[in-house]
C-alpha cells in the first residue's frame, strides 16, 4: 500500500496541476518573481487533518524551494481557526500552489473526518468499519489513505486485488458454488466475498467455501440470527459483512449484532470538504 500511495501522490498532483495552471498562472504572473512572501493555512472547522503528502507534494512539484512548517500532525484533530502550516517562498510559487494544494487537504480532511465520526460510533464495539469503491475517480488510493486516518479500514482497492460477488456474477457463472470455484481456480490467494440477499443464498455461499458473506440489507433481527447460526453451524465460519441504508440511526444497532464487518460507501462519496483558507501574512 505504502508504493501505491506514493505512487498516487506524485500522480494525482501532476494530474491536477496540469489541469489548474496549464500553460502557466498568468495572475501571479502580475507579481515581482522575486517578491518573497509567508503564509499560513487556516482550517475553520472542527476536522482532522489529513492530505500533508499531497499538501507537500504541490508545492515540491512547483517549487521544492518553498518551505513548509508544519503546526499539526497527520490525522491530528484541530479546532476552528487553528493554524495549520506556514508557508515561506515566492509568493508567486505560493499563489500558484494554494488552490491544488487546499484541494487535496480539504477533501482528504472532511474524508478522515467522517470516518472519525463513524468510528467513534462504534468504538464499544469490535466491528470493522469498510470504504468501498464508491471514491472520487482518480482518488481512489487518496480517499482510502483518509479513511485509516480517520479510524476505518480498507475494503478491496479496485477490481484486481479481490473478489466480490454479485447478483450479476452469480447469474452469469450459473450460481454460487460455481462461481466459488471458478475463483478459486482464476486466483487462488485471492479472498472470495459473496454478496447475499437471503438466508437460502447465505447457506449456499457458506456451504461453497466463500471467505466473506456480505450480508445486504438483511433486517436486524435477521442479522443477529445470522451471526449465531454462522457461529454455531459446522465446518469453518466465513467473515461476515453488513451493508446497504447504513447510516447514524442504524449503525450501532447493526454493529451490535456482531458482524464482523459493515461496508458504508457514504465514507467516501459524500464527504464534505473542511472550511480552509490560506492568508499571506507577510512579505519579505
Known sequence: MRDQIDSAVETNVRQA????????????????????SVAR???RDHAIICGRPWFDEVFRQIDPAV?????????????PNQVLVVLKGTARSLLTGERAAMNFL????GTATRCQHYANLVSSTEVKLLDTRKTLPGLRVAQKYAVAAGGCHNHRIG??????????????????????TKAREIAPGKPVEIEVETMEEF?????????????????????????RLNRNLPGKAPKLEASGGINDQTLVP???????????????????SVDLSMRMVEQL
Open 17 to 36: 496541476l496540469a489541469e489548474d495552471i496549464g500553460s502557466g498562472d498568468i495572475t501571479a504572473s502580475l507579481i515581482p518573481d522575486t517578491q518573497q
Open 41 to 43: 493555512i487556516i482550517c
Open 67 to 79: 518551505q513548509l512548517e508544519w503546526h499539526i500532525e497527520e490525522g491530528e484533530r484541530v479546532e
Open 106 to 109: 480539504q477533501t482528504l480532511s
Open 159 to 180: 477490481l484486481f486485488d479481490a473478489f466480490l460477488i454479485k447478483e450479476n456474477h452469480i447469474a452469469a457463472c450459473g450460481g454460487i458454488a460455481q462461481t466459488v
Open 203 to 227: 447457506n449456499v455461499a457458506r456451504e461453497a467455501g466463500a471467505d466473506i458473506i456480505m450480508l445486504d440489507n438483511f433486517p436486524l433481527a435477521q442479522l443477529a440470527e445470522t451471526v
Open 254 to 272: 447493526i454493529a451490535e449484532t456482531g458482524v464482523d464487518f459493515i461496508s458504508i460507501g457514504t465514507l467516501t462519496k459524500d464527504c464534505q
